[in-house]
């Protein structure tokens, strides 16, 4: 895979996380979607991974969550024991972030910097996740290869992001963006050109020396003609993004047309 062109990458939107309005931690911002519908999941599938490899413990442990944004998967990492540096690009997210851990007590660094030019040194990382985050950046094989990089050898890349297949372009560009009867996300949020086939993530890890073990798919807790009327519900005005997110979220699945979550191995 290449750098995204210009003319792709300008069509994606990643200032709305700077706007005042999407605040994270609110129950009725889209954004509050990725911590009601989406950390648990993430949260039961790194348990099991732990658990797989040589059950580790991650108290101490040094992770590096990039695109942290407001710091959701942050925070449970931090609970869980891991010793957590968030970085991002946006300001007000970072600054949102930082505010949520102090007002919550919880001891997390926070940065501003992009997946592309990691403030780590080499080798120095146990852990790093990139969730809903690798479909947003501009230069993916640098990302890939930053975090290769600064992973210390046995060291688990973990992530989730959105495959490019037709399924994906009508649930997530134009269900949830486009098609005004139940488009709830920002405009602009995803762009269906930057989302990864699986294929073309493995060989970018296998040339930066990181070993696939394991993938899955994701899928809505419910059948989809369910989701829709949630949705609709929604665009109504009758539910907030917090109760959307009690009704639909996602549940591990073999299918991975739409959404997939993994993680790979920094080899020796
Ligand atoms: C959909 S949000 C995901 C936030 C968080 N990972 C979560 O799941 O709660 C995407 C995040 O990626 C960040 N982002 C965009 N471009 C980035 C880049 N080049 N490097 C790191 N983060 C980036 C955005 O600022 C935003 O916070």
């Known amino acids: ?49 732990l658990h797989k490899e040589n059950s580790i413990d991650p108290q101490g442990k040094i992770a590096l969550d990039i695109g942290c944004g407001g710091g959701f998967l942050s925070e449970e990492l931090a609970r ?18 930082i505010n949520h851990s102090l007002a919550n007590g919880l001891q997390i660094e926070y940065l501003l910097g992009t997946g592309e030019a990691l403030p780590c040194p080499d080798s120095s990382i146990d852990f790093v996740f990139c969730c809903d985050v690798l479909e947003h950046v501009r230069d993916l094989p640098k990302v890939i290869s930053e975090i290769s990089r600064v992973l210390k050898p046995g060291g688990i890349f ?67 003609p369910a989701v829709l009327g949630y949705l609709r519900k929604k665009v109504k005005g009758e539910l907030s993004f917090k109760e959307f997110g009690q009704k639909v979220w996602m549940v591990e699945s073999k299918i991975t047309n739409i959404m997939y979550m993994g993680v790979a191995i920094k080899q020796p």
């Open 1 to 49: 895979m290449e750098k995204i062109p210009t003319d792709i990458y300008q069509c994606i939107d990643n200032e709305l996380y700077n706007d005042k309005k999407n605040q994270w931690w609110h129950d009725d911002s889209p954004l509050f979607v990725l911590w009601c519908s989406f950390n648990p999941t993430r949260i039961n599938y790194l348990r099991k991974t």
């Open 80 to 97: 869980m024991g891991f010793s957590v540096t968030g970085i991002d690009p946006s300001v007000q997210s970072i600054q949102t972030a």
């Open 158 to 224: 973990f992530w989730d992001t959105i495959n490019r297949t037709f399924l994906s372009k009508l649930i997530a560009i134009n269900i949830l963006q486009d098609w005004k009867l139940w488009a709830v996300a920002p405009t602009n949020l995803h762009v269906w050109e930057m989302f990864i086939k699986p294929r073309e993530l493995r060989s970018l890890l296998e040339v930066n020396n990181l070993a696939w073990r394991d993938h899955i798919g994701l899928m809505p807790n419910i059948a989809f």
